[in-house]
């Protein structure tokens, strides 16, 4: 159950990134076929705005991730706290707990290798 919530957190981020990616670049050629489309008498102020309306896309497009990152965070943090809490109510335990891991995984490797 809670890989199925990691995976679902990890897949939103991705998702969401990629939208982020794609609307970043679609910004950048749109500023790029701009300045291509602007003749050589086009003045400097032209320019000016062209690359300040794509700065205003990039911060935008920065905040939305910032966003989106501080979200992921917090439903990470939603996702570890229960276990940080249970290692620490019961430390003994879980130590024999991952001793146990490690030991089942040391012989499964163990006879990989035979």
Do not use: W
């Not at 981020?13 to 790029?32: M, N, Y």
């Not at 939305?64 to 706290?81: F, M, N, R, S, W």
């Not at 499964?108 to 035979?114: A, C, I, K, N, Y």
């Amino acid at each position: 159950m809670a890989e199925d919530a990691t995976e679902r957190m990890v897949s939103k981020g991705i998702a969401g990134a990629d939208t982020i990616k794609l609307q970043t670049a679609q910004a950048l050629e749109d500023a790029a076929r701009k300045l291509r489309n602007a003749d050589m008498s086009a003045s400097a102020d032209d320019v000016k705005t062209i690359l300040y309306g794509v700065q205003g896309q990039m911060d935008h497009f920065r905040e939305e991730l910032g966003t989106k990152y501080h979200e992921i965070e917090a439903e990470y943090q939603h996702q570890v706290e229960p276990v940080e809490n249970m290692i620490c109510e019961h430390p003994i335990p879980a130590v024999v707990v991952a001793i146990g891991f490690g030991f089942l995984l040391g012989m499964l490797l163990g006879r990989s290798r035979d």
